[in-house]
């Protein structure tokens, strides 16, 4: 039974571990508490499913980025008996990105997900679920112990009336207008996605929360968008 904080350290190749410290009471039986920075053959089902649905479903929710693949963790608990044990006090939880894999502009926007047993998808853990973008790491607290993993996580844009937002050169004409061949989006609110659609109602880019100016050029979209 732990009776004073215990840090439980991951066996990551890097300098930032995965850590979880488990505080006095966080379970109500003596446990063990391990780990699993690659884990088993038999979570990986799971993982690969809630990652399809997570790109499948096509919101901002959670976005999941093949970069961050390695960051798939499992934490269990077990008692005596080898029978899973949950917490019942909140347990502070580390996860560590690779910082050449992630763009600087994005990282603030990572965030520790948790698989949803029931649902079979991605969803952002509870707690404060903060990015450290000098040790690139995340950490959050969490009551539940399951199969984690990084990914995007954005919050909704607030409603935007609809003389608020501003769209120039509309219609686009790279002959004139387009300065620096960019179309220029004015008035959107933070966490806002812009998704471009040609006169046949065809996407022709989706641009979400966190893309830089300059990731695309108005060359890419055809006149009369």
Not at 24 to 30: C, E, N, R, S
Not at 126 to 138: H, I, L, P, Q, Y
Request: glycine share 8%; proline share 5%.
């Amino acid at each position: 039974t732990i009776t004073e904080t215990a840090m439980v350290v991951g066996s990551d190749t890097g300098t930032v571990k995965t850590v979880i410290e488990v505080p006095p009471g966080a379970f109500l039986v003596a446990v063990s508490v391990a780990i699993s920075t690659t884990p088993p053959a038999s979570a990986a089902p799971a993982a690969t499913l809630a990652d399809n649905a997570a790109r499948t479903r096509g919101d901002t929710k959670v976005k999941v980025d093949d970069d961050l693949s390695d960051t798939v963790r499992e934490l269990t608990a077990k008692d005596a008996a080898g029978r899973i044990v949950q917490p019942v006090k909140g347990i502070k939880f580390t996860i560590p990105f690779n910082m050449k894999k992630v763009k600087s502009y994005m990282a603030k926007a990572l965030k520790i997900c948790r698989l949803n047993e029931i649902s079979g998808e991605w969803e952002v853990a509870e707690g404060d679920n903060k990015a450290d973008t000098v040790t690139g790491s995340v950490t959050t607290t969490i009551t539940h112990f399951s199969l984690f993993r990084l990914a995007y996580a954005f919050s909704p844009a607030p409603a935007l009336a609809e003389d608020t937002v501003k769209v120039f050169p509309n219609p686009l004409d790279l002959t004139k207008g387009a300065v620096r061949g960019a179309v220029k989006f004015d008035g959107l609110t933070a966490g806002s996605v812009v998704e471009v659609y040609d006169i046949a109602g065809d996407l022709v880019v989706r641009m979400e929360p966190g893309f830089a100016r300059g990731d695309r050029s108005a060359a890419l979209f055809k006149h009369g968008v």
